[in-house]
């Protein structure tokens, strides 16, 4: 357990110390834990050093460790890319979603989202890099997008979330968040959630308003893909 709780203290410093750098309250930004392809005793061990919100991109793989976890109070995000049909699954058992970019998703999450459960929280996943490779919706395209799902019932919008282009230059890290931040702030909705930020460039986020910082490797190491072909994102 010992390489698992040193790297959430040097996130967990590395974010204090980021914020405060940047004038802002520690307390505002939450660390995600992105978890897809690790092992279920990992979580566990994370969770025993005080980590609730775990992020997970593929959905086959979170439902088992979900079910493997079942014992603890964990929240559950899902961050990866989706696809229509698997919409329900991730309606009935997630708490947030990040990476919803179309509105058919929406209207699905809304629709499947069990009466019994709390409003399930969304970000709009956002292509602020313009890659062709990526998910998100295109920043021309966003407001309509988010007038939409903000109307639809049973689902809560709470923010945007982005994966820039990687980059090591601060300056550039800085300016595709500070692109999320400003298309946030140009929408007439009350949001409260920048998801932005992971292991190599969580410091540039956290100085243009990162809420939440979704880190995995610094947590738990480099990603275990197997040698067999993987399960697709639920894109």
């Known amino acids: 357990m010992s390489t698992i709780h040193d790297n959430i ?11 405060q750098a940047s004038g802002r309250d520690p307390q505002a930004v939450q660390l995600l834990a992105v978890s897809k392809t690790k092992p279920a005793h990992a979580l566990r061990e994370a969770f025993a050093c005080g980590q609730r919100d775990f992020g997970e ?12 976890l079942a014992d603890l109070d964990l929240v559950w995000h899902f961050i990866g890319p989706i696809q229509s049909n698997k919409t329900k699954p991730l309606a009935e058992h997630f708490a947030w979603v990040h ?35 990526k998910s998100g919706c295109n920043p021309d395209e966003l407001p309509a997008l988010a007038a939409a799902v903000a109307a639809l019932p049973n689902l809560r ?17 800085r300016a595709a968040f500070a692109r999320l931040r400003q ?3 140009s929408l007439s909705l009350p949001l409260d959630t920048l998801s932005m930020g992971m292991s ?9 308003g990162a809420s939440w910082v979704r880190i995995g490797s610094a947590l738990f ?10 399960e697709s994102p639920a894109r």
């Open 57 to 68: 991109n593929y959905l086959q793989e979170a439902l088992a460790k979900q079910a493997e």
């Open 200 to 208: 190599d460039d969580l410091e540039a986020a956290i100085a243009e």
């Open 99 to 133: 990476s919803v970019d179309r509105l058919k998703i929406a209207e699905r999450l809304s629709a499947q989202r069990p009466a019994h459960l709390a409003p399930l929280n969304i970000c709009l996943q956002v292509n602020v890099s313009g890659e062709a490779s």
């Open 183 to 185: 298309l946030q702030e």
């Open 157 to 173: 919008l709470r923010g945007l979330m982005a994966i820039p282009e990687p980059t090591a230059e601060v300056a550039a890290q």
């Open 221 to 230: 190491g480099a990603r275990d893909y197997p040698q067999k072909a993987s």
């Open 9 to 19: 203290a040097k996130v967990r410093t590395r974010i204090r110390e980021a914020a």
